[in-house]
């Protein structure tokens, strides 16, 4: 490597590192209504939505969104926020 070059390397470096601390002390966000669920190769999403259409005698408005990952068999449900506890 160029001596010229170490310096700019050195700062580019000491710039990035902050960032990187900060992408890994974020979690994940709560989405009020969302659930993401994983299904056993054989479940249906539909069944499982239609399942908890109702929890407690409480209706929560659970539904399919949409399919997120075919190959990780993940799809995205909405219900109704504060029906029930997430």
């Keep these: ?14 710039l990035a590192l902050p960032l990187t ?23 249906r999403a539909g069944q499982v939505a239609h399942d908890l259409r109702t929890v407690d005698g409480v209706p929560t408005g659970m539904r399919v ?3 997120v990952s075919a190959p990780m068999r993940i ?3 909405k219900f109704t926020p504060g029906t029930v506890s997430q």
């Design 1 to 14: 490597m160029k001596p010229a070059l170490q310096p700019t390397l050195a700062l580019l470096l000491s």
């Design 21 to 43: 601390t900060t992408a890994q002390v974020a979690g994940p966000e709560d989405i009020p209504g969302d659930i993401l669920l994983m299904l056993a190769p054989d479940g």
């Design 65 to 67: 969104d949409h399919e």
């Design 75 to 77: 799809w995205l449900l």
